[in-house]
T-cell receptor, first 113, second 119 residues
């Protein structure tokens, strides 16, 4: 049973470009969560999604950030017009419906130059 | 809002010895879960142990155990017989749950404690 997959593992973008981060949950998991980790800090919750629904986006910046989890395919975290402050590690986690343990992917390290 | 505090930025221990990492949290909720996650240099987040707030018995997973003091809002992690592979950043995390135990999904993390195990 493959774990949570994230790609790319490393992503470099120039200021003003768009970043698209992908997350494929564990097989059988229909709940996906995105977290951001700034250097030397803990993980901060961004958004919680189920298939085709955003359940909680209280941690998402109001502008430039969006997330989706379509019926088919991976969950996507999209950052438009990236700025240097967006440089961070972005982690995706998934859980089974009704289960509260979240399993994390390896993360995507975004660097904005 | 919930907060999680880890007051020890760094800890070190000799191989085969025991170490305890501290965590306190603040919440007005009665139903919740607490977790310890490990992040080794690979940066992969690994679940170490989980505790349900309604359970008085402390959770144990092999060499890892917790001391859960609900009234004091304290949730420390004890690592026995420390191994070199335990070297990592350790994060304490909180998750709110409803009365039926269904989680609300959002994990709130502490700042982390860097643990170094010396040979």
């Amino acid at each position: 049973n493959a774990g949570v997959m994230q790609n790319p593992r490393h992503l470099v973008r120039r200021r003003g470009q768009e970043a698209r981060l992908r997350c494929s949950p564990m097989k059988g998991h229909s709940h996906v969560y995105w977290y951001r980790q700034l250097p030397e800090e803990g993980l901060k919750f961004m958004v919680y999604l189920q298939k085709e629904n955003i359940i909680d986006e209280s941690g998402m910046p109001k502008e430039r950030f969006s997330a989706e989890f379509p019926k088919e395919g991976p969950s996507i975290l999209r950052i438009q017009q990236v700025v240097r402050g967006d440089s961070a590690a972005y982690f995706c986690a998934s859980s089974y419906r009704g289960n509260h343990e979240q399993y994390f992917g390896p993360g995507t390290r975004l660097t904005v130059t | 809002a919930q907060t999680v505090t880890q007051s020890q930025p760094e800890m070190s221990v000799q191989e085969a010895e025991t170490v305890t990492l501290s965590c306190t949290y603040d919440t007005s909720e009665n139903n919740y879960y607490l977790f310890w996650y490990k992040q080794p240099p690979s940066r992969q987040m690994i679940l170490v142990i989980r505790q349900e707030a309604y359970k008085q018995q402390n959770a144990t997973e092999n060499r890892f155990s917790v001391n859960f003091q609900k009234a004091a809002k304290s949730f420390s992690l004890k690592i026995s017989d420390s191994q070199l592979g335990d070297t990592a950043m350790y994060f304490c995390a909180f998750m709110k749950a409803d009365a039926g135990g269904t989680s609300y999904g959002k994990l709130t993390f502490g700042q982390g404690t860097i643990l170094t195990v010396h040979p």
